[in-house]
Nanobody
Framework: QLQLVESGGGLVQPGGSLRLSCAASGFTLDSYAIGWFRQAPGKEREGVSYITTSGGRTIYADSVKGRFTISRDNAKSTVYLKMNSLKTEDPAVYSC???????????????????WGQGTQVTVSS
């Protein structure tokens, strides 16, 4: 069964950090570009970050630029999202998606991905 499994979410204070992981099960990630998305209650899903198959190009939403870092370890079939300086507007369910297509201009729209994970909850509260 082909799956993406996110982990690393939790409760953190404002200004704190978390590192999310997106691991592939049943397939390898080295042929897939990965997008991270988040969705808060009552809000639309938002594209957070994107990384190409080799990791040579990374893209960030303006809302997280300078605070979040996406990276990947293809040997482990895992993609990471390091989140620093977390704000009260960052809480959401964070999900990863894997796609064979290269989506440099539309990655944030959510279309064109082949596999989605179930998500991991991130809560920011003092």
């Amino acid at each position: 069964q082909l799956q993406l499994v996110e982990s690393g979410g939790g409760l953190v204070q404002p200004g704190g950090s978390l590192r999310l992981s997106c691991a592939a099960s049943g397939f390898t990630l080295d042929s897939y570009a990965i997008g991270w998305f988040r969705q808060a209650p009552g809000k639309e899903r938002e594209g957070v970050s994107y990384i190409t198959t080799s990791g040579g190009r990374t893209i960030y939403a303006d809302s997280v630029k300078g605070r979040f870092t996406i990276s990947r370890d293809n040997a482990k079939s895992t993609v990471y999202l390091k989140m620093n300086s977390l704000k009260t507007e960052d809480p959401a369910v964070y999900s990863c998606a894997a796609g064979r297509a290269y989506l440099p201009f539309t990655w944030m729209e959510g279309a064109g991905y082949d596999h989605w994970g179930q998500g991991t909850q991130v809560t920011v509260s003092s």
